[in-house]
């Protein structure tokens, strides 16, 4: 009899798990990188820009919005191109945790303050330039 194993790589921000198949055992392991390498540090979270660029395609963003960096493909209304536009970042946290806010036909996306501080972070990230010197 052959026993097959399975090494699947997962990675989240803050830890990465090695899943161990084993067809003996009949199931799932997790093991983390202490059972590897005790002591060694987590992997960094990613900064905030990049979550944000990340919860852009994953929130549905990219459906409405065009932002160079995800989807300069996208041809949209100018008002919801996002690329090199700056928001004050209050005014934006507080747009993006709740929509209805001001008359937009947004939906509530119920962000977490975490995903509103990332997405605030990336629409403002490209704000100090051009749209020239970004499309470039």
């Known amino acids: 009899m052959t026993t097959n194993h399975v090494i699947r790589l997962v990675t989240t921000p803050a830890l990465v798990f090695i899943l161990i198949s ?10 983390t ?25 994953s929130k549905g963003c990219i459906g409405c919005h065009r932002h160079i960096e995800v989807n300069p493909e996208r041809v949209t209304d100018a008002k919801l191109d996002l690329t090199g536009k700056r928001f004050p970042q209050d005014y ?12 937009a036909e947004m939906p509530n996306l119920e962000l977490k303050n975490d995903e509103v501080e990332a997405l605030a972070a990336f629409v403002n990230k490209l704000a100090s330039k051009t ?4 499309q470039r």
């Open 92 to 103: 934006l946290k507080r747009f993006l945790a709740d929509p209805s806010s001001k008359p």
């Open 33 to 57: 990188l202490d059972d590897f390498a005790p002591g060694a540090p987590a992997p960094a979270p990613f900064a905030p820009p990049t979550r944000g660029l990340r919860l852009f395609r």
């Open 22 to 31: 084993a067809a003996f055992a009949g199931g799932w392991a997790i093991v």
């Open 131 to 134: 749209r020239e010197e970004v």
